[in-house]
T-cell receptor
Framework: LAKTTQPISMDSYEGQEVNITCSHN???????ITWYQQFPSQGPRFIIQ???TKVTNEVASLFIPADRKSSTLSLPRVSLSDTAVYYC????????????FGKGTMLLVSP | EAGVAQSPRYKIIEKRQSVAFWCNPI?????LYWYQQILGQGPKLLIQ????????DSQLPKDRFSAERLKGVDSTLKIQPAKLEDSAVYLC????????????FGPGTRLTVL
């Protein structure tokens, strides 16, 4: 399973763009990159998933360079409610392979 | 669409006692996961079911933990006997069982072992 490395914590202010980078040097050809968000006292929630280049949805963007050894989750104009732990996971999650959660990145958004 | 349901939400027991958690996945989801999340850490997979068969239980402490998924729907996770280090949040998740699945998590059960 590909191992991921993320910053332990990040600080930001309301209205700023936040970029969280994840390193996954031994990502396999079939692996996808998935990001989850977890608020206190809740289970993780899916944010975005991608394979290469750029993916965008109503919540975030995911940038993946050509070598796929890293990825960056971009949160535009964060608010206080974006304070959470963000996990980067790598795998094909085919139902017969599992995704491994690391410690994630604790994002604190201040007024 | 109803989400993943778990009960109880909180449980306090003394060490060496037994405890059971229940999970009802999203209707139609073939894959069900149980995770253990210790404070300050990411969720750790304990067991994964595909329908009612076990796909991965390599990190399940089988001397004290057991899980079943009868009829491929609901699932129970049991700890017998509990240890202090079992204090954690136990999360259940489900997914359709397809390639590049999204996992949908329940609210979790917070277990405190005294």
């Amino acid at each position: 399973l590909a191992k991921t490395t993320q910053p332990i914590s990040m600080d930001s202010y309301e209205g700023q763009e936040v970029n969280i980078t994840c390193s996954h040097n031994n990502i396999a050809t079939n692996d996808y990159i998935t990001w989850y968000q977890q608020f206190p006292s809740q289970g993780p929630r899916f944010i975005i998933q991608g394979y290469k280049t750029k993916v965008t949805n109503e919540v975030a963007s995911l940038f993946i360079p050509a070598d796929r050894k890293s990825s960056t989750l971009s949160l535009p104009r964060v608010s206080l409610s974006d304070t959470a732990v963000y996990y980067c996971l790598v795998g094909d999650n085919s139902g017969y392979s599992t995704l491994t959660f690391g410690k994630g990145t604790m994002l604190l958004v201040s007024p | 669409e109803a989400g993943v349901a778990q009960s109880p939400r909180y449980k306090i027991i003394e060490k060496r006692q037994s405890v059971a958690f229940w999970c009802n996945p999203i209707s139609g989801h073939a894959t069900l996961y149980w995770y253990q999340q210790i404070l300050g850490q990411g969720p750790k997979l304990l067991i994964q079911f595909q329908n009612n068969g076990v796909v991965d239980d390599s990190q399940l402490p089988k001397d004290r933990f057991s899980a079943e998924r009868l009829k491929g729907v609901d699932s129970t996770l049991k700890i017998q006997p509990a240890k202090l280090e079992d204090s954690a949040v136990y999360l259940c998740a489900s997914s359709p069982g397809q390639l590049r699945d999204t996992q949908y998590f329940g609210p979790g059960t917070r277990l405190t072992v005294l």
